[in-house]
């Protein structure tokens, strides 16, 4: 999986809980994602990175946060956890420009009770 | 009408058959192009890349039709690890530049 990591992999919470899902990376690529799969949706991007210091929103970014305080690592937060945010989250590295291939985490599987 | 779609199957089909699947794009700029495989409760992988001229990796090859907009994947002589689901995937050149993910078909090979 290209040397991306993703912890945990796995959580429960309870409603209006917060957490943070963390991204680390080993392969020195400029450019990281987080996506949410559920079913019958496919993949959908939350937020995505194309450098340290730098975040922009996906298309389903409500209800999340992110943070790229060092290129290897791509944080994705949960500020108040919400039943609707119950998903598998992927976490994608991409290296040479935005129309390459991505490289995916295991993922971390979340449930919101 | 959808940026990428795929048939969400399932297709079922015996060992050692061969399957296509075709993947259709709205975006005529698009301009690279990917199939991923995934296996369930597992993260895509990337199977292979789309080239203008088609090409082949060993049973799998892969097609791609600019005027008609669409991608294909074909699988000879099927084997039971083939199961998986498989990604339909295009870059997006337009407005926000992006990968798009199709949703996928589901591929099932019977014993």
């Known amino acids: 999986n290209a040397g991306v990591t993703q912890t945990p992999k796995f959580r429960v919470l309870k409603t209006g809980q917060s957490m943070t899902l963390l991204c680390a990376q080993d392969?020195?690529?400029?450019?990281m994602y987080w996506y949410r799969q559920d079913p019958g949706m496919g993949l959908r991007l939350i937020h995505y990175?194309?450098?340290?210091?730098?975040?922009a929103k996906g298309e389903v970014p409500d209800g999340y946060n992110v943070s790229r305080l060092k290129k290897q690592n791509f944080l994705l937060g949960l500020e108040s956890a919400a039943p609707s945010q119950t998903s598998v989250y992927f976490c994608a590295i991409q290296n040479r420009d935005l129309a390459s291939e991505q490289y995916f985490g295991p993922g971390t599987r979340l449930t919101v009770t | 009408r959808k940026e990428v779609e795929q048939d969400p199957g399932p297709f079922n089909v015996p060992e050692g058959a061969t399957v296509a699947f075709n993947c259709t794009y709205s975006?005529?700029?698009?301009?690279?192009f990917f199939w991923y495989r995934q296996d369930c409760r597992k993260e895509p992988k990337l199977l292979m890349s789309?080239?203008?001229s088609g090409n082949e990796d060993g049973r799998f090859t892969a097609q791609l039709n600019r005027a008609s907009q669409y991608i294909s994947l074909l699988i000879r002589d099927s084997k039971l690890s083939d199961s998986a689901t498989y990604l339909c995937?295009?870059?997006?050149?337009?407005?926000?530049?992006?990968?798009?993910f199709g949703q996928g078909t589901r591929l099932t090979i019977n014993p």
């Open positions: 990175s194309v450098g340290e210091g730098t975040t």
């Open positions: 392969m020195n690529h400029e450019y």
């Open positions: 975006n005529s700029a698009s301009q690279s």
């Open positions: 995937v295009v870059f997006k050149s337009q407005g926000a530049q992006k990968l798009v």
């Open positions: 789309v080239y203008s």
